[in-house]
């Protein structure tokens, strides 16, 4: 167990709609990173926030938002979906260095 | 060209067998990770390291910092060792941003 909690663990939604995903990163760690995994691709990295604020942007789309709240968990909003978006996302919270991965929500988007 | 790079991308292998993962990166890094993701999807960190070797269990990770290399060996493998192996490796300047190599599926034949 990492210590990072993801929630949900799977989500079908259709195209066009607006989902949520949720990320509690490690007791501590202020550092939390989203990544997107699709079907038989690497890991791409989304977007980091370091307490509160946004540090470094990768390949997000501008549909996508996410923002870390006071209590240091972070949310990924997607929204008008499609289907390529259907993917695994992953959060990670780090220390000094070391990313802990949380067990991805499994989107689907029919 | 990708700026981590894995190899093999596939590798059979039978129950036993020493196996050599490798990673080559072509930017400077702070350290670099190697990642297990099972069938399941779950990610696994398994190292990280910026010099010289680190063991655990079976595992073994080396790096070679002014070759820009980096192997994971993994000894007496089995089925259960069965998983994707992914290169990382973290920037230095972005705030331990990392770049991912594309991962080797390794399938560990009894």
């Known amino acids: 167990d990492s210590g990072v909690t993801q929630t949900p663990k799977h989500l079908i939604t259709a195209t066009g709609q607006r989902v949520t995903l949720r990320c509690s990163p490690r007791?501590?760690?202020?550092?939390v990173y989203w990544y997107q995994q699709s079907l038989d691709q690497g890991l791409q990295f989304l977007i980091q926030?370091?307490?509160?604020?946004?540090?470094a942007k990768g390949n997000i789309l501008e549909r996508f938002s996410a923002q870390q709240f006071p209590d240091l968990h972070s949310e990924l909003n997607l929204s008008s979906l499609e289907l390529g978006d259907s993917a695994l996302y992953f959060c990670a919270s780090s220390g000094w260095n070391e990313q802990f991965f949380g067990p991805g929500t499994r989107l689907t988007v029919l | 060209k990708n700026e981590v790079e894995q190899s093999p991308q596939n590798l059979t292998a039978q129950e036993g067998e020493f196996i050599t993962i490798n990673c080559s990166y072509s930017v400077g890094i702070s350290a670099l990770h190697w990642l297990q993701q099972h069938p399941g999807g779950g990610i696994v960190s398994l190292f990280m390291l910026s010099s010289g070797k680190k063991k655990h269990g079976r595992l073994i990770a080396t790096i070679n910092i002014q070759e820009k290399h980096s192997s994971l060996h993994i000894t007496a493998s089995h089925p259960r060792d069965s998983a994707v192996y992914i290169c990382?490796?973290?920037?230095?300047?972005?705030?331990?941003?990392?770049?991912w190599g594309a991962g080797t599926k390794l399938i560990i034949k009894p």
């Open positions: 007791s501590g760690d202020l550092s």
């Open positions: 926030y370091y307490n509160g604020e946004e540090r």
């Open positions: 990382a490796v973290g920037l230095p300047q972005f705030n331990y941003q990392l770049i």
